[in-house]
């Protein structure tokens, strides 16, 4: 559950991000620490799934989707910083 919880804590930090970079604020470090803190995600997400041994799991599918959403927020704020 922890896990969930920091991922909460992380998109809404994106959320913050997201919105500075629509007032032109973002900076690249923000973003390399961004893509850091998806790189854990993924490595979370295949620990689950090796130890659940199924794609089913809820617990993967709510990995998954996190991780889905925490790309989907990333490749936001790199749109509107290349602008």
């Known amino acids: 559950m922890e896990f969930f919880t920091k991922r909460l804590i992380f998109i809404r930090t994106l959320d913050l991000l997201y919105n500075k970079s629509k007032e032109g604020g973002i900076i690249m470090s923000e973003m390399d620490e961004i893509l850091t803190q998806i790189e ?12 659940k041994h199924i794609l ?13 959403s925490v790309l989907n927020e990333y490749n936001e ?3 509107k910083s290349d602008k």
Do not use: C, Y
């Not at 854990?40 to 130890?51: A, G, P, S, T, V």
């Not at 799991?57 to 889905?68: E, F, G, M, N, W």
């Open 40 to 51: 854990d995600l993924r490595k979370k997400l295949n620990m689950l799934i090796k130890e």
């Open 77 to 79: 704020i790199a749109k």
């Open 56 to 68: 089913l799991d809820p617990k993967v599918i709510t990995a998954s989707q996190i991780l889905d």
